[in-house]
Every structure is written in structure tokens, then in C-alpha cells.
């Protein structure tokens, strides 16, 4: 059974920090692409930061560079989400994703969420 459990999630002051952790299980992790998303009250879903199955290559949206860091631990089958000088805006449930290629197409794993707040 695959399952990808986010934590870490909280209430934290504009400027303060919080780390995220997704703890994967059921599928072979090393061979997924992790990714980080998240969704603010009333939009879309969008990518956050994304690194690749040996870690070598990150990629994040604009508006978190500088500020989140991504990385993963493969013999802990764990991905992480370091977010530093955290903004109101910032506020969302965050998502843990897995992805790799198939044979027809993507596959990908979502975890249930953490809520991040940001408020004083």
C-alpha cells in the first residue's frame, strides 16, 4: 500500500521558520522524483519546490527561492521541505508528491496534506 504521510505542518509568525517532512512507503522511493506543493484557501494547487531521485537537482517556484530548501533522505524513504523567512502568503496545505515515469504516461502518489499558517 503506497502511502506518503506529511508533518510538520503549524501556526508560525510572519518571518519564522517551519520544517516539513514526508515519510513514503509501499513503492521503491530512490526511484521517484519528490516534489513539494501547495494549495492557499481558495486556488489552485501549485508546485513548490521539486528534487530529483538521487537529490542532484532541485527546482523551486520564484516566489520561494532563497527562502525554501528541498531534500531528501533515501534510506529513510523521507523528503523534506526547509521553509525559512516564511510570509502571510505563505499559507496553504501543503501536499508531498511522487512521480515517475510509467509505461503509459506519469505516475504519481499524493499525500493527505499539512496546513502551514502564517499569522501573528
Known amino acids: 500500500q503506497v502511502r506518503l504521510v506529511e508533518s510538520g505542518g503549524g501556526l508560525v509568525q510572519p518571518g519564522g521558520s517551519l520544517r516539513l517532512s514526508c515519510i513514503a512507503s509501499?513503492?521503491?522511493?530512490?526511484?521517484?522524483?519528490m516534489s513539494w506543493y501547495r494549495q492557499p484557501p481558495g486556488k489552485e494547487r501549485e508546485l513548490v519546490a521539486r528534487i530529483i531521485t538521487t537529490g542532484g537537482t532541485t527546482d523551486y517556484a520564484d516566489s520561494v527561492k532563497g527562502r525554501f530548501t528541498i531534500s531528501r533522505d533515501n534510506a529513510k524513504n523521507t523528503v523534506f521541505l526547509q521553509m525559512n523567512s516564511l510570509k502571510r502568503e505563505y499559507t496553504a496545505a501543503y501536499y508531498c508528491?511522487?512521480?515517475?515515469?510509467?509505461?503509459?504516461?506519469?505516475?504519481?502518489?499524493w499525500g493527505q496534506g499539512t496546513q502551514v499558517t502564517v499569522s501573528s
Open positions: 509501499g513503492f521503491t522511493f530512490s526511484n521517484y522524483a
Open positions: 508528491n511522487a512521480r515517475t515515469r510509467g509505461v503509459y504516461g506519469y505516475l504519481d502518489y
